[in-house]
């Protein structure tokens, strides 16, 4: 039977879409509603949840206040000096690099992935333990120096482990970059340092978005580092959320944070998407 | 006065290798200030390279290149007087029009007011026929208004040298003949110097001073157009600029001798196998009978042009030849019919002869 043209327009969008629509209906949208149902619930006597509709855990918010905070401003501070870390790479990566050893260099950015990231953070916990660092700078006459445990030790484990991920996507919109628009700025009479504030910039603004995005969106739910480096002292909400689910058995108390992580969470996607496309515009490049 | 007060641009025995690829070589050409001058070739000869050399984009494998009186070899582009009209536009996605067009006005120091700025880059958009437009992204225009916005943002600058990369390859009739106009009264009026690539040779042979023929890396010929194309340097310019009718000729004392045993009366130094060359309005076709030219053949194909007829006449044993008759439109039989018997004669001053 003939197809209209239409009509196969949407089956392959929906060939091209059903399977991962499928995947995230059942594994993220199903348990997310479970989570909204659990989060107007009530904590069952003996731990776990029990039906209920109720706000009264979204009341109790405040009292995890301290690990939220710490999660909105560690998460995109740590995010911004990924930022500071990776573009300059990337720069250098997708423009500077001789063509010849570029991809061996791009792989390199991505080796560290071949290792778990809690074997790596164990490490740092070593670095920067008594022993680590402190035992050195105490040899050169500053004693006393504490390095682990602290938000600089969080913000250290977060840049590490992180940086691929900020790497790739501002190197792939550098990468595609036109040269050629820099010859024409530089016929222009801009200098390199205008030309790169001028053109460059503003044209890898949507992968500094994506990266951004990327990297403050997963460190909102990291638990991994700040439990890690961060000892007691700096929790995350990812910490609180385990200490609830796991340890206190509180899910509907764990659920209404979980909720309103997202809706942050969601809110400053859809905030991020607005910039990146009022300052690229259109992301289409090819003239001729 | 020095050679450099007279000549804007200068190369001095410039060779450009990328790689194995050898772009240009040994290429030696001065030109002079305020001159309007043409870039002609075919495809690949190296056109742009040289462009590309001049605005900064490339540097000589060898040789030097002057702009005015300084050697600029190690001048980076952004320090060169220079404005450029890329064959690929280079606009700036991100940015509207009315910035595309006012980014070199400000990167100038010291700065240029802004009131200014968008005083010049209006009266640019207006030249380019694109008032209105200044706010549309780059991507909501046609091809050919993009090249336009190129063009406004090379002469909005009024640099001493604009380099023109096919500037008008994606206009229609109307707009390009319109744009010549303004190009010229622009460079006559500022005085600028104008290096225009293009494959239009009529927009070459009429707009510019000083032609520049070009053929693999090499400049074949520069001259006035009117001399390129009376007097070719050789053989491939007399068939790259305009069309060119040739015949293998043996140059004896006092005759050419043609394939077919035939001789024209010729008294020109030359001896020995050579090349002729002769335009197709240099010949003239009448019916055998009414004219006694000194090659008899016949009429292949006729094109009709209106004010011209352009015939094909085949000789035997010498080959086809291109000729065009004017019409007067007085003589309702003038036009010759394919299959026609005619009578070849030549004005034998214009005849070129090159070696074989
Ligand atoms: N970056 C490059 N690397 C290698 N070869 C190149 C490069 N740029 C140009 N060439 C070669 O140099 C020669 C001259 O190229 P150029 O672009 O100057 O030609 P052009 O005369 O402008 O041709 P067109 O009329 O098609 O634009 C060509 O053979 C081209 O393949
Ligand atoms: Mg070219």
Request: hydrophobic fraction near 50%; charged fraction near 20%; charge should be positive.
């Amino acid at each position: 039977m003939a197809m209209t043209l239409a009509t196969r327009k949407r089956l392959v969008t929906a060939l091209l879409v059903g399977p991962s629509a499928a995947w995230l209906s059942i594994f993220l949208v199903l348990p997310f509603i479970a989570i909204l149902v659990f989060s107007v619930g009530e904590r069952a006597p003996e731990g776990g949840y029990q039906a209920a509709f109720t706000f009264a855990q979204f009341m109790n918010l405040p009292a995890r206040a301290t690990a939220f905070w710490n999660t909105m401003l560690l998460a995109p501070v740590g995010a911004i000096l990924c930022l500071l870390v990776a573009y300059p790479t990337a720069y250098y990566l997708a423009i500077r690099a001789p063509t010849r050893f570029r991809m061996l260099l791009v792989s390199l950015v991505v080796v560290p992935f071949w290792t778990s990231l809690l074997v790596r953070t164990y490490a740092w916990i070593f670095i920067l333990g008594a022993r680590g660092l402190p035992n050195l700078l105490a040899l050169i006459g500053l004693p006393d120096v504490r390095l682990l445990n602290t938000p600089g030790a969080v913000l250290l484990g977060i840049v590490y482990g992180y940086l691929p991920l900020m790497i790739m996507p501002i190197y792939v919109s550098l990468e595609k970059l036109d040269r050629r628009l820099l010859e024409a700025s530089a016929d222009l009479g801009a200098s390199p340092v205008r030309s790169f504030f001028n053109i460059t910039l503003p044209l890898s603004l949507p992968g500094v978005a994506t990266g951004v995005a990327l990297v403050t969106i997963l460190l909102l739910g990291e638990y991994l580092i700040p439990q890690l480096l961060g000892g007691g002292k700096v929790f995350f909400i990812g910490n609180a959320l385990v200490d609830l689910f796991l340890q206190s058995r509180n899910w509907p108390y764990g659920s209404a944070i979980a909720v309103t992580l997202v809706s942050v969470v969601v809110l400053i996607i859809t905030l991020a998407m607005r910039l990146a496309w009022r300052f690229a515009g259109t992301r289409q490049v090819d003239l001729v | 006065m020095s050679a450099s007060d007279l000549h804007d641009i200068e190369f001095r025995s410039v060779t450009k290798r990328y790689g194995d690829v050898t772009a240009v070589t040994d290429i030696n050409l001065a030109v002079p200030k305020g001159a309007f001058v043409a870039l002609l070739g075919p495809s690949g000869c190296g056109k742009t390279t040289c462009l590309r050399m001049i605005g900064g984009f490339e540097q000589p494998s060898e040789g030097d290149v002057y702009i005015g009186e300084t050697r600029v070899n190690d001048l980076p582009a952004y320090r060169r007087p220079v404005n450029m009209v890329f064959q690929h536009y280079a606009l700036f996605p991100h940015l509207d029009v009315e910035n595309n067009v006012a980014y070199g006005l400000r990167q100038q120091r010291p700065r240029i007011a802004s009131d200014e700025i968008s005083r010049r880059v209006g009266a640019a958009l207006e030249m380019v026929r694109l008032s209105g437009f200044g706010r549309r992204r780059i991507h909501e225009l046609s091809g050919g208004q993009q090249q336009r916005v190129a063009l406004a943002r090379a002469i909005v600058n009024k640099p001493k040298v604009l380099l023109l990369d096919e500037p008008l390859a994606a206009l229609d009739r109307k707009l390009r003949t319109d744009m010549q106009m303004e190009l010229q009264s622009l460079q006559r009026d500022l005085g600028i110097t104008f290096l225009l690539v293009t494959h239009d040779q009529e927009e070459a042979l009429s707009m510019s001073d000083l032609v520049c023929v070009m053929s693999a890396g090499r400049i074949r010929q520069f001259a006035r157009p009117q001399e390129v194309y009376d007097r070719p340097a050789d053989l491939f310019v007399a068939d790259f600029v305009g069309k060119t009718n040739k015949m293998t000729v043996t140059a004896e004392p006092g005759i050419l001798r043609l394939g077919n045993g035939a001789t024209l009366p010729f008294a020109g130094p030359e001896r020995g196998p050579a090349v002729l060359a002769l335009r197709p309005e240099a010949m003239r076709i009448a019916r055998v009978g009414t004219g006694d030219g000194p090659l008899v053949g016949h009429v292949t194909h006729r094109i009709f042009l209106g004010s011209l007829a352009e015939y094909s006449v085949a000789v035997a044993g010498v080959g086809e030849f291109l000729i065009s008759a004017e019409r007067h439109g007085l003589d309702a039989n003038d036009l010759i019919e394919p299959g026609e018997a005619v009578s070849i004669d030549y004005i034998s001053e214009a005849i070129r002869l090159y070696p074989a």
